[in-house]
């Protein structure tokens, strides 16, 4: 498996999607939308080490 800390052009172009997004928010707003966003990393973590527990690769 090549894991890489690339992105993808696809991830690039959400990247400056989400840059607009958060541009016009104040400072209270963007920190919500940070604490949303990490609890959201956090959960699609415990996503993958749950499959990756309880897949064939853990054996």
């Known amino acids: 498996m090549n ?4 992105l993808s052009l696809e991830q690039e172009f959400e990247l400056v999607l989400y840059k607009q ?7 209270e707003q963007s920190r ?3 604490a949303e966003t990490l609890r ?7 996503i993958i080490k749950y499959v990756i527990k309880n897949s064939h690769f853990s054996q």
Do not use: A, R
């Open 21 to 27: 997004k958060i541009e016009p928010l104040n400072l």
């Open 40 to 46: 959201t990393m956090l959960l699609k973590d415990n």
């Open 3 to 6: 894991i890489s800390n690339q």
């Open 32 to 34: 919500n939308l940070l």
